[in-house]
Structures are given as C-alpha cells and as structure tokens.
C-alpha cells in the first residue's frame, strides 16, 4: 500500500526552526513531484513548496510567505522529503501535509499531516 508518513512537527517559539520530514513507501519516489503543503483552522489548504524530480533537475517553487525561510528537499535513495522551516511565524502555525503526485497521470498521494504551532 501506498504511505506518506511526515514527522517533525511541533511547538516552536517565533523566530525558531523546524524540520519536517516525510517517508513515502509503496511508490517508485523518484517519479513523483513532492509538495509540502498547510491548512491552518478555517483556511482552506495551500501549496507550501515543491520540488521536482530529480531527472528534472529538482527545480523547487514557494509560497511568496515562505520564500527566504523555507527549502524543501528531497533524498530519492531514502524515499525521504524534507521542508526545513527557519524564522518561523505564528501565521505559520498550521497542519503540514506531504503530497506526491505523477505528472500527467493524475495519481496524488497526501500524507496525514503534522501539526506546527509557533508560539506568540
């Protein structure tokens, strides 16, 4: 079966750092795009970072409001995303899901999500 396992979230003061990470088992990972997308209480989920694959030179787009703070990053040999998040905001503060998908085929796969909450 299909997984996307993301740890490393948390609680984090204003200003502090996190790195989350997310495991995907049951794909062939180098072939999906990954994203790291959020969904904050009332707000409707949206694109934090991705990356492409690494054939594809493994170009990486942010959110204007992550841009200069956040860098993903994939390793294909461990199946393994990662978003390092530095100067972290409390409008950060958000369920943090992991997502593969196959360009042009439609497949997408989402992780469960891992809560972030950045402290005032």
């Known amino acids: 079966q299909v997984q996307l396992v993301e740890s490393g979230g948390g609680l984090v003061q204003p200003g502090g750092s996190l790195r989350l990470s997310c495991v995907a088992s049951?794909?062939?990972?180098?072939?999906?795009?990954m994203s790291w997308y959020r969904q904050a209480p009332g707000k409707e989920r949206e694109l934090v970072a991705s990356i492409s694959r690494a054939s594809d030179g493994g170009s990486t787009n942010y959110a204007d409001s992550v841009k200069g703070r956040f860098t993903i990053s994939r390793d294909d040999v461990k199946s393994t995303v990662y978003l390092q998040m530095n100067n972290l905001k409390p409008d950060d503060t958000a369920v943090y899901y992991c997502?593969?998908?196959?360009?042009?085929?439609?497949?997408?796969?989402w992780g469960q999500g891992t809560q972030v909450t950045v402290s005032s």
């Open positions: 049951g794909i062939t990972f180098s072939r999906y795009t």
């Open positions: 997502n593969g998908r196959r360009i042009g085929s439609g497949l997408a796969y």
